[in-house]
C-alpha cells in the first residue's frame, strides 16, 4: 500500500473505487487494484512474471520459460490476473490505464462487484493475449497452481504445503519440499 500511494493516480483510483459496490471482505477488493499501481510505481526495467501470493509453480515456469513461448503480454489464467506475464514493465502503465476504464460489475452471490479480475476479463484482450495454464486447486494438472480463497477458506497454508510436497513427492522434477 505504501508503494501504492506514491503513485501519482493513487488517488483518483480510491475515488474510483469508493464508487464501486464491494461484495468482497472490507479492503480485499481495494488491494487487488492497488497492486498494479505499486508495481508501476517501483519502476521495473525488463519482462515481469506477476504471481499472486497464492500462485505456485509446479514446474519451471519462470521469466524465461515465458520469453521462450509468448511475445505480448500474457495473461496465464484466462483472463483472472493472478497471473500475468509482460515482456516488458512498461506495459504495467497499460494495465494502470485499464483499470480506470468503465467497467460493468459481475453479478455474485452478495451482489454486483467490480474487481480487477473485472476490468481484465473486460478489456485485457486490447493490451494483450489470453492462456490457460493456471489450475484452480483442488486440479492440479498443470505447471502453476492457483490457491484461491474461494476454495482453501480454511487452513490455506496447510493446504498449500501439503498440496506442493505431494506433487513434489510424485514427481521426477524435483524433491523440494515445502
Given at each position: 500500500?505504501?508503494?501504492?500511494a506514491?503513485?501519482?493516480?493513487?488517488?483518483d483510483?480510491?475515488?474510483?473505487?469508493?464508487?464501486?459496490?464491494?461484495?468482497?471482505?472490507?479492503?480485499?477488493r481495494?488491494?487487488?487494484?492497488?497492486?498494479?499501481?505499486?508495481?508501476d510505481?517501483?519502476?521495473?526495467?525488463?519482462?515481469?512474471?506477476?504471481?499472486?501470493?497464492?500462485?505456485?509453480?509446479?514446474?519451471?515456469?519462470?521469466?524465461?520459460?515465458?520469453?521462450?513461448?509468448?511475445?505480448?503480454?500474457?495473461?496465464?489464467?484466462?483472463?483472472?490476473?493472478?497471473?500475468?506475464?509482460?515482456?516488458?514493465?512498461?506495459?504495467?502503465?497499460?494495465?494502470?490505464?485499464?483499470?480506470?476504464?468503465?467497467?460493468?460489475p459481475?453479478?455474485?452471490?452478495?451482489?454486483?462487484?467490480?474487481?480487477?479480475?473485472?476490468?481484465?476479463?473486460?478489456?485485457?484482450?486490447?493490451?494483450g493475449?489470453?492462456v490457460?495454464?493456471?489450475?484452480?486447486?483442488?486440479?492440479?494438472?498443470?505447471?502453476?497452481?492457483?490457491?484461491?480463497?474461494?476454495?482453501?477458506?480454511?487452513?490455506?497454508?496447510?493446504?498449500?504445503?501439503?498440496t506442493?510436497?505431494?506433487?513434489?513427492?510424485?514427481?521426477?522434477?524435483?524433491?523440494?519440499?515445502?
Open positions: 500500500l505504501s508503494q501504492a506514491l503513485h501519482p493516480r493513487f488517488h483510483m480510491k475515488e474510483m473505487l469508493a464508487t464501486y459496490p464491494e461484495v468482497t471482505p472490507q479492503g480485499y481495494d488491494q487487488c487494484f492497488f497492486r498494479w499501481l505499486a508495481f510505481q517501483m519502476q521495473h526495467q525488463g519482462p515481469l512474471l506477476i504471481l499472486d501470493y497464492d500462485v505456485f509453480s509446479t514446474q519451471s515456469h519462470s521469466i524465461e520459460w515465458c520469453n521462450e513461448r509468448y511475445q505480448r503480454p500474457t495473461v496465464l489464467n484466462q483472463t483472472n490476473p493472478c497471473a500475468v506475464y509482460l515482456p516488458d514493465a512498461s506495459f504495467l502503465s497499460d494495465i494502470v490505464g485499464m483499470l480506470f476504464l468503465p467497467t460493468i459481475n453479478q455474485e452471490e452478495n451482489g454486483p462487484h467490480i474487481g480487477d479480475n473485472s476490468v481484465f476479463g473486460e478489456h485485457w484482450r486490447a493490451i493475449d489470453c490457460d495454464i493456471v489450475s484452480t486447486y483442488p486440479e492440479t494438472h498443470t505447471g502453476l497452481i492457483h490457491f484461491a480463497n474461494r476454495f482453501c477458506p480454511h487452513d490455506k497454508p496447510k493446504i498449500i504445503r501439503e506442493l510436497n505431494n506433487f513434489h513427492h510424485t514427481s521426477d522434477t524435483s524433491s523440494h519440499q515445502f
